[in-house]
């Protein structure tokens, strides 16, 4: 089954980084009806051709679209507008998310009958000194985040689109628009 969902993955420098997140997308229980890479990476990724396969297999819009150095938000905006559904998901190269995050997302939308729902994310760590750093940042339990979230695409006609000019706190900065305007 697909939703009829654009979602929109922001890239630079990191085609190991990309091609583990498509290749997770094959296990998905609901697909993206188009995949949007935003990519502003120096040396352009070379995405597996079993993805663009499966895409092809599951009639699944999949576009890369090359913009140069692109901070998140920037790269965000251009995925905003180039979608073509009006529904938006958000993830980063580094976000693995569950198979059924995109099912459940998409029930929830459609079954309350809301602009959108966040992500929830839970930070791992790989290491001895990422135990640590997570211990003294994010901890264990999952904290809200925009990669993982579906948001209408109308929501945007009110906040206004990502801060295009920071490196970093352009989500944040939006989620807290969003909440102003009480969505």
């Known amino acids: 089954m697909k939703a009829e969902v654009s979602l929109i993955i922001p890239c630079l420098n990191s085609e ?3 091609n583990k997140l498509l290749t997770n997308i094959t ?11 935003v990519d502003s990476s120096a040396v352009k990724p070379i995405i597996s051709k079993i993805f663009t396969d499966f895409c092809d297999d599951q009639i699944i819009s999949f ?13 965000r905006n251009v995925g905003i507008q180039s979608a073509s559904y009006p529904v938006l998901a958000f993830l980063d190269i580094s976000t693995i998310p569950s198979q059924k995050w995109l099912e459940f997302a998409w029930k929830e939308i459609n079954t309350k009958k809301i602009d959108g729902i966040w992500g929830s994310t839970v930070y791992k760590a790989n290491s001895w000194f990422h135990t ?19 948001i209408n695409a109308k929501v945007f006609e009110t906040s206004g689109l990502f801060i295009g000019s920071t490196r970093a706190g352009e989500d944040a900065d939006w989620m807290s628009r969003v909440a102003l305007h009480n969505f």
């Not at 576009?63 to 790269?75: D, F, M, Q, R, S």
Request: net charge positive; aromatic share 6%.
């Open 63 to 75: 576009k890369v679209i090359e913009k140069n150095n692109l901070y998140p938000g920037k790269a």
């Open 16 to 18: 190991d980084g990309l």
């Open 27 to 37: 296990t998905w229980s609901i697909l993206p009806a188009e995949i949007l890479i």
């Open 132 to 150: 640590i750093i997570r211990a003294v940042t994010f901890g264990n339990l999952p904290i809200i985040t925009l990669p993982g979230s579906l």
